[in-house]
Every structure is written in C-alpha cells, then in structure tokens.
C-alpha cells in the first residue's frame, strides 16, 4: 500500500464567521490547504451531536448529524436566512467554539429557515429513506416536548410537527452539504477518516429505539457502564458512563445495529477509526452506581465475530483500530488477526526509560502514526512539560541538536521517516502551538473541544516545507 500522510482537525477548529465550523466554503479552502502540502488524508472526530460538556464522544445519536456544522452561508444562498438575521449571529471570539451561544440561539435560526423551504417533500423523503435518521428526528421531537428530559423520564407523547420537521431540515442539510465537501475532497486526492466512538450515551436515539441491546436494569438505568481503568491520563481511571452493549442480545441478529453503524459511516468517509477498539477483545465494565472507574472489573468481548461483522459491511472502507490504553497479548492478537491498521502515538513512546512499541523505530508497516490524538497535549505542549532528562533524550532520539524550543521539527521529520504507512499530525503541530491550544483533557468534564483556528493562522503554515517532507519521504 501506498505510503500517505494527513492532518487531524475536527469541524469544529475550522475558522469562520459563526461560532464554530461547519461544512461551507473554510472546509474547501482546508482540502485546497492539505493538497498543496501534499497530504492525502484529513481525519475528523464524530460527528455526531455533542454532550453537555461538548464532547463528540458521547450523543444523542451515532447517526444522527451535528446541527452546528450545517453552513449558514449555504442557507443564506438558497434564500432561507436574511443577511441582516445572519448579522445578529456572528461570532464574538474567533479562537474557540462559542458553545454556550450555540446552544442558546443556533436551533432557533435553523428553525427560521426549516419554515422557509421549498422542497419539503424531498426533505420529507430524504428521511424516510433511512430508518436511523427518522427514529432520531422522533427522538429529539419528543426530547423538545418533554422539556429536554431524557428519555427514561419522559411523560409526554406530543410532538410538535414544526420541531420535528425542523429536525428533518437539519439532518437534510447535514448530509447534503457534507457530501458535496466530501466530494469536492476526494476530487483533489484527499481521503477523509471519520471517527466511531465504541459506545452510545444513555440519553440516546440508540438506546431507547433497543434497549433489549444494552445492559439496563428494570428501571431503564445502566446496570453496568463503560470506562476504562487507571492509566497515563487519569489515576482514577475514566468513568464514562455510557451503558455497556448487551452483546448476547446484539449477536442474535448477526450484530445488525453495528453492521448498519459501519455502512452508515462508510457513506460519509472513506475510512473509520473505531475509537476504544480494544473493548471489542474485553471491556472494562463497571457497575452502574460506581463513583469511580476503579470498581470494574474486564468481561470478555465479541472479538473475531463481530470484527468479521464489521469487515463484511465496511467493503471497500478503510477500518483503523484505535489499540491505545491496556493493551493485552489478546488485544494484539485481535488487531493482528483483523488486519485492521493500529496506532502509534510517539508521544506515549518516551514516557519511561525503557522500549516501547510507540518509538518509531518500532512502527509496523501496517499502522497509522501519530505525533498525539484529540487527547493528547500539543508537540509543543509536550516538549515544554518533560523534565529535562527525558526531553534531552527523545530530542536525541530525533537527531536534534540545538535549543529543545526548535525540536518539535525533528519530531516530524522522525515521523515522516518511520515506516508507518500513514502519518496523521493533529493541526496544531503543524502551527507548533503550545498547550493553549490543546483540544482535550480526558477526564476533565469543563474547558475541552473548544479550539479554533483562524485563516490567518491557516495562511502562516509554511506548505512548501510540508511539500517537502511529503515527497523526501515518499508520502
């Protein structure tokens, strides 16, 4: 396979006049950005819609689509929003997501224009057309007429036809206007990896369409939710919450909800990355009222069968298997036996003194490399917190000579040079911005997901330097 590189930024950083990013003309100026480089893969997080502490991680919906990322420039064009009322929603600071204002204003304009179109019945049909986006529509119908509850609490079976419809619209401009970004991409040779957190919130479309597939007790309540234990990011271990898969249930059906997840996500991307795919060979399962992560305890998982699943419906579809965290002899095995592509993330490579499978001299043909994640620190940031030995070190390990302030070039370069088929650099590495900039903190509810860069910003990355490294290396 050919040896390729990209760059990781959720929708969200991109820049714009509205609070966050979204799928309009910045997401073609990006493609053009990353093809003049000479990078052939942008990698993006969920896009589903966020949690109350802003992470894609955990939704509404695993199908459903964020509201924020629908253009409203592209509304404006086809004559569903004003200029004047565009005015009043502009953003008040370019450098980070303005979710508190979204969540306040942004459903209320896209309402504004759902009442204002002239293709309803192809709107209308467009959702018929698809069971996941119909059932989620209903969902947060009813979420609206139930005064935002979740759904366990539920006493109201009103639905207001205006909301649901306004639903309809949203989810229609989702993906319409995401398939032509992701065409114009792969017009210009650049491949997008969407991304497929393992679980579902608990306050879900998901849940409560099949609650006989997860793990609930009599009162519609987690019996056992999903976490992982004590680790480099939290010594607590991280509690999730969401609730764990009840895959006795979920096999008597030939896994068909992950089967029809995959096909979903093989429409909008050309490869997936299944976040926590270690929870597929064993899970870490704690009870449900737990405080802590550190009262589970591992349970065996589907494994091969289920990977077979996912195999079959992705086709042509690249999988990426996110084997971070605990990683077991069987975990290894399994991400072996799949063929899917690992990751390497160089950062975890120089946490002790000893070897480790994330120096690149280490990386396997077959894995996708990293200088960190969406959660890791920034290069930078990386740098600037090691204590002097261990930076010493690893700067040497890259051949770097000179102030550690100018490393995080050779960095780079080390990465470009491994033997890892692909090499994905999270945005702000190529910016060489510091912690500031940091996307997330795991196990920090407040403060995370909120960065944005600027087109200025985006203008400053030398490209022809990256043009090099691309061709030098073969990528």
């Known amino acids: 396979m050919e040896r390729r590189s990209g760059v990781l930024m959720h929708i969200s950083s991109l820049y714009g006049e509205y609070s966050i990013g979204s799928f ?6 990006f493609i053009d950005f990353l093809a003049d480089c000479g990078f052939h893969y942008w990698q993006v997080l969920p896009f589903c819609m966020v949690d109350e502490c802003n992470s894609p991680y955990k939704s509404y919906s695993t199908f459903g689509g964020n509201p924020y990322f629908v253009d409203l420039n592209v509304l404006h064009n086809k004559g569903l929003v004003t200029r004047e009322e565009l005015d009043i929603y502009r953003q008040q600071n370019p450098y980070v997501c303005e979710f508190v204002r979204l969540y306040h204003t942004r ?55 205006d909301v649901l419809f306004m ?10 206007q995401w398939a032509e970004i992701k065409k114009y991409a792969n017009e210009r040779g650049i491949r997008i990896i969407g991304d497929i957190p ?17 793990c609930l ?25 969401n609730p764990i898969y009840n895959w006795a249930e979920m096999q008597k059906d030939g896994y068909k909800w992950w089967c029809d997840r995959i096909r979903h996500m093989s429409k909008m991307f050309d490869a997936v990355r299944i976040d926590h795919f270690r929870g597929i060979e064993s899970y870490w399962a704690v009870p449900g009222k737990a405080e802590t992560a550190k009262e589970g305890h591992w349970e065996k998982g589907p494994g091969m069968e289920l990977v077979d699943a996912i195999k079959a419906a992705a086709g042509d579809t690249e999988i990426i298997a996110e084997d971070l965290g605990d990683i077991t002899p069987e975990v290894h095995a399994l991400v072996e036996k799949s063929g899917f592509p690992g990751m390497r993330v160089f950062q ?30 920034t290069l930078l940031g990386y740098l600037w917190e090691l204590d002097d030995a261990s930076r010493a070190k690893m700067l040497a390990y890259c051949g770097h ?26 945005i ?48």
């Open 217 to 241: 007790d009599g009162e519609n309540q987690p019996a056992w939710v999903a976490g992982v234990p004590p680790d480099y990011f939290c010594a607590d271990g991280q509690l999730w919450g």
């Open 401 to 426: 000579e000179g102030h550690w302030e100018s490393g995080c070039a050779s960095i780079l370069r080390t990465i470009f040079a491994s033997h890892a088929r692909l090499a994905i650099l999270p």
């Open 348 to 377: 975890f490579g120089f946490l002790s003194d000893g070897d480790s499978a994330h120096k690149p001299h280490h990386y396997p043909e077959n894995c996708v490399a990293y200088t960190g994640t969406h959660d890791n620190n």
């Open 428 to 475: 702000q590495d190529l910016l060489g911005y510091g912690s500031d900039t940091r996307l997330n903190i795991p196990g920090k509810a407040d403060g995370n997901w909120a960065y944005r860069l600027t087109r200025e910003q985006l203008d400053s990355i030398d490209r022809k330097r990256f043009r090099e490294l691309n061709n030098m290396y073969a990528r």
């Open 198 to 214: 393992i679980y579902v919130s608990h306050d879900s479309c998901d849940v409560w369409s099949n609650k006989e597939q997860y």
């Open 167 to 176: 639903w309809k619209f949203i989810q229609y401009e989702f993906f319409t």
């Open 107 to 161: 459903l209320e304009l896209l309402m504004l224009a759902s009442k204002r179109v002239s293709n309803r019945g192809e709107i209308e049909s467009f959702i018929a057309g698809d069971t996941y986006l119909s059932k989620f529509c209903e969902f947060m119908a009813r979420k609206a007429a139930n005064n935002e509850l979740p759904w366990f609490s539920w006493t109201n079976d009103a639905i207001d036809e």
């Open 24 to 29: 309009g003309s910045e997401a073609k100026y």
